[in-house]
């Protein structure tokens, strides 16, 4: 049965080639103060921060900028973003990026004018904000987060050794996004297929979960298809427009809000792959990858049917003189195979843990309860050791 819900997605979207001649008309609407957010410096070496800084020089604003955002932005870096904005006395925030830097914009706009302890207010105690929110917008040049069409913000504590997302409500999503998929083009075969798997964790997060049957299952199935397809072309032919397009608008689709409609969702893979993300820094969507098979085959049992329509729907099973069990887990190995294909992480040994951190990994996974079974602490441990 579907669920009560409200839907309301206010973020303008402008995709394609030329989407990046949209930006002036969206600056003017802002006021003359403006932080540009952005990463590692990929931005200087692809001619994407001379294009964008032309445009804010046409605009006659007055640009400050937060350079040097990490894949997994830490809160001692936004401590420093927010005392940037602050100085500058900021209007606006631009993050030209990927899903962190945009994360990371969005965590320094509720933050700019928080008093008291932005951590404890935003991501322990997991409060809306209660003062004046600087408006972002982006320019989008790495998919898989959808964080460009979405009110999510995720952040490292180094020092506890957390790392934990906060989904704000819509007055934080994005104003505007612009989204060209020839941004994408020079990312490395490592980020693209990471960025993969984000989008469809993001999707299999929503999916497998309670109130099944409903409209938001079948649009899960044909965005699942749709970035199966593409990921394959993707894979052999990174400069392949069509499906690093295609693979762009499905990131957006697949956490702007829509496939959730109706379900209680269940987010535990990401917050076991948050927990490897914290203690070893690992690329996020590497880190979704090699503890979601063991995840998923140990919730099976308790949703068969839904773990069958996948294998039939999404991985084209055929279940003819099988039991559903016999159905179900077919699907999870073609899953795999897949998986294997893109040349994902398929386990968290990779990636740097070990099972000396099972114990702390396991502290730091904040428990869920919208899926299929509301795991315990040893079951979270007993996991992780399958994942290594």
Known sequence: MLGNFTYCNPTRLYFGKDSLGCLKGELDKYGKNVVLIYGGGSIKKNGIYDKVTAILKDCGKN?????????????????????????????????????????????????????????????????????????????????????????????????????????????????FSVLNPEFTLTLPHYQMVAGIYDIFNHICEQYFSGEDDNTSDYISEGLMRSLLASSRIANKDMQNYEARSNIMWTATWALNTLVSCGKSTDWMVHMLGQAVGAYTNATHGMTLSAVSLPYYRHILPYGVQKFRRFAINVWGINPEGKSDIQVAKEGLEEMEKWMKELSLAMNITELGANEGMIEGLTKSTLIMDGGYKKLTPEEIAQIFRESL
Do not use: Q
């Open 63 to 175: 640009v400050a900028e937060i350079s040097g955002v990490m894949p997994n932005p830490t809160y001692k870096k936004l401590l420093e973003g927010v005392d940037i904005a602050r100085k500058h006395k900021a209007d606006f925030l631009l993050a030209v990026g990927g899903g962190s830097v945009c994360d990371y914009a969005k965590a320094v706009s509720v933050s700019v004018n928080c008093e008291g302890d932005i951590w404890d207010k935003y991501y322990v105690k997991f409060e809306e904000p209660d003062c004046k929110i600087i408006p972002v917008g982006c320019v989008l040049t790495m998919v898989g987060t959808g964080s460009e069409m979405n009110g999510g913000s995720v952040i490292t504590n180094t020092d506890t050794k957390m790392k934990v997302g906060h989904v704000f409500g819509t007055e934080v999503m994005p104003k």
